[in-house]
């Protein structure tokens, strides 16, 4: 993606932006240098840039209503530097400065033409600047971030929005939680922890295959 939009370095710089923070598009719009924590590593989203349906864009507060941090990846960081070196008040801009909508962006990227060669979708639908947002979400549930923190990440305002990226089946969740219970050195077995250590004595008895059944009940 960012290899076919190299002819537009700010359209580019700003699918970077959506790519590698999971902000939305708004949100990126209305970045600026003092929203940038590169000591601690975070960008602070405090509000979006969107039209009002008068022609005009117009800066308002988030979706959620909410401030809130997310990372700077060691990958986005030359994009943010890049931005930064500019002399507008935002960062992420047209080359003359002016804000980035879904529709001058598309236009400037010439985004028809070139999303197809990108990816377009099973059932035939292309890509979407949002999608990007949603890419972000998703390969950080597949990295078993947790749901409250995503949530806090991406700024949902409801955990429910955040578990539609949440799609680990019953047999994987079984599977991890079975390898967590498997390395602790003290699991309780049915019969008790010491029950648990004599049999183990039991087990290295010279002439024992080593092979019990344990019987009992629990909830």
């Known amino acids: 993606m960012l290899d076919l939009t190299a002819f537009h370095p700010h359209g580019q710089r700003m699918l970077a932006a959506l790519a590698l923070t999971g902000a939305r598009l708004g949100e990126v719009s209305a970045l600026r ?12 989203i405090r509000a979006t840039r969107s039209p009002d349906g008068h022609g005009r864009v117009v800066e308002r507060s988030t979706k959620s209503g909410h401030s809130r941090d997310v990372p700077i990846i060691e990958e986005f960081e030359p994009w943010l530097r890049a931005a930064l070196a500019t002399d507008f008040p935002y960062l992420f801009t047209g080359s003359q400065g002016g804000p980035f909508d879904s529709t001058n962006l598309s236009r400037a990227l010439r985004w028809p033409k070139i999303r197809p060669l990108i990816v377009t979708y099973s059932d035939g639908t292309p890509l979407r600047f949002h999608d990007l947002r949603h890419t972000f979400a998703s390969r950080l549930s597949e990295l078993g971030f947790a749901p409250a923190y995503l949530q806090q990440v991406m700024g949902h305002a409801s955990i429910t929005t955040t578990e539609r990226y949440t799609h680990t089946r019953s047999r994987d969740a079984a599977l991890a939680a079975k390898r967590v219970l498997d390395a602790q050195t003290n699991e309780v077995t049915f019969q008790g922890v010491r029950a648990r250590q004599t049999q183990a004595t039991h087990d290295k008895t010279p002439g024992n295959p080593g092979v019990s059944i344990c019987s ?3 909830a």
């Open 216 to 218: 009992g009940s629990g």
């Open 33 to 44: 240098a003092e929203h940038v924590d590169l000591e601690n590593g975070l960008l602070r």
